[in-house]
């Protein structure tokens, strides 16, 4: 029988790989600490294939003799595969047995990632990243909605639904901080390397390190069953995420506010590379890289900014606050960074943080909203996400090359005060799509979570009505 069939559902599984990985219905795969720390450590390392090119984009330019706007195409591409790899790839993780798929996914970026170590063609370059981008989306891939809770990655929506209620907000900003961790490594791994060595050294570096996670996948990945849902097909599933974000209004207002927020995060990170090589500060790739650590800050400090924030209140406050931080950072670092280093650095504290919390409450609000359907929720917010990424990359970049720094930084300081409006435009406890219906309390209300009671109009309280979006069917907003 084909095992990718979705009658099989639970009862056929891969047989691909280790027999000590293979799914006994009898005996379930438990979660250990160990199996966590490999899926953090395969999560950071293939996030960051991502970034690896951000601080070094001024060498890329010279050695492929292309200007510094033709080289942002390379982080552009980048980001353009991985929105595509969300939106046609992710879905299949609810039909296909996840351990072959993800498998299949690390090899094959592995394989066609040594291209990108040997080519000497620039268009070629610029292929092969947007290909091994498109198959960069396993951290996602097991993010799955509706297995056992012991059948699953340890990533976002499973953290939703693990985590209590009081407690998911800082739960999922430890996660989102691991991921973090990859895009710092990256950019500071990538800048201190090519310092020494040529570029195509951290290249072959993160090949190396690509086939190590498809080796410990192999060994230590338990195999689990289909995920799809009622024989559901993979139109369907694409169709259903549409239905599902534009019947729920907090949604919508999430992704808006992602998409604003991710573009002002890659315009800044690419664009920085530019004007800290360039005059007045000449810098060499070791510096640039070494901005990255200022990501520390973040990472640790937002899980307790959660905990004692997020936790307490209702999301949309720690939104406002995180957007409020960026949009101050954003223009310090913009009308100052052409003067002075300082600008950029407090650009890069307060954008990191602001970004990362605001994300963070965001996903807590969202994942309470269909608990069954959070793959599809999170494929939805991470294509916005994402697509923004993909923005800030080429929007930032084409105006930096026309305008500079302080232009460039304009139009991420616009981004952001759009952010800031799609978050006022509509409260916490607004059932409809505009408004501030049901008051102003800043604490959570109900059972202690606050979420779903907070956003009822968002499709919390109506159990039929998360079977229909989930299933595809038009739930009715309650206005």
Not at 295 to 300: T, V
Request: some cysteine.
């Amino acid at each position: 029988m084909n095992p990718f069939d979705a009658g099989n559902d639970a009862d056929i599984v891969s047989d691909f790989g280790d027999i000590r990985c293979r799914y006994d219905p009898a005996n379930p795969p438990k979660f250990s600490t160990a199996l966590n720390l490999l899926f953090a450590f395969a999560a950071s390392f293939t996030v960051a294939n991502l970034y690896y090119s951000h601080p070094i984009l001024h060498l890329l330019a010279q050695d492929f003799n292309v200007s510094n706007e033709r080289a942002s195409l390379i982080p552009t591409l980048a980001q353009a595969g991985y929105a595509a790899g969300l939106l046609f790839l992710c879905p299949l993780g609810d039909i296909f047995p996840r351990r072959l798929f993800v498998l299949a996914l690390v090899f094959c970026t592995a394989t066609v990632w040594l291209g990108l170590c040997l080519t000497n063609s620039f268009a070629m370059f610029c292929s092969l990243t947007f290909l091994t981008s498109l198959t960069t989306v396993t951290p996602q891939l097991s993010m799955a909605d509706d297995p056992p809770l012991t059948s699953n990655l340890p990533v976002l929506p499973l953290v939703g639904d693990l985590a209590p209620p009081n407690r998911r907000a800082s739960a999922l900003s430890i996660v989102a901080s691991g991921l973090l961790l990859g895009m710092l490594l990256a950019r500071l791994l990538s800048g201190v390397v090519t310092n020494y060595t040529s570029w195509r050294t951290i290249y072959w570096l993160a090949l190396a390190l690509q086939y190590l996670i498809f080796a410990l996948l192999w060994l230590f990945l338990p195999d689990y069953p289909s995920a799809n849902p009622a024989g559901i097909t993979y139109p369907r599933i694409l169709y259903s995420i549409l239905t599902i974000v534009f019947h729920h209004p907090l949604i919508v207002q999430a992704c808006l506010i992602a998409f604003c927020t991710s573009t002002t995060f890659t315009s800044f990170w690419t664009t920085l590379t530019f004007l800290l090589s360039a005059p007045p500060y000449t810098y060499s790739t070791l510096i640039i890289g070494l901005f990255a650590l200022i990501g520390i800050f973040s990472m640790l400090f937002t899980p307790f900014y959660s905990r004692l924030v997020t936790d307490r209140f209702i999301p949309h406050l720690s939104v406002l606050v995180g957007l409020a931080c960026a949009l101050v950072g954003t223009v310090i670092g913009t009308y100052t960074g052409t003067s002075t280093v300082a600008g950029p650095i407090l650009q890069a504290l307060l954008l990191d943080f602001g970004i990362q919390s605001a994300q963070v409450a965001n996903r807590a609000a969202i994942y309470a909203i269909l608990p069954t359907a959070r793959n599809r929720v999170n494929t939805a917010y991470m294509i916005s996400a994402f697509s923004g990424q993909l923005t800030g990359t080429a929007v930032g970049n084409h105006v930096y090359a026309r305008g500079g720094w302080v232009r460039s930084g304009s139009v991420s300081v616009g981004f952001l005060g759009a952010a800031l409006a799609f978050c006022i435009v509509r409260g916490p406890r607004e059932e409809g799509w505009v408004g501030w219906g049901g008051g102003w309390e800043l604490r959570r209300v109900g059972k202690g979570e606050g979420v779903v009671e907070d956003n009822k109009g968002s499709g919390g309280e109506n159990e039929e009505g998360k079977k229909k979006a989930e299933e595809g069917a038009l739930p009715q907003i309650r206005r």
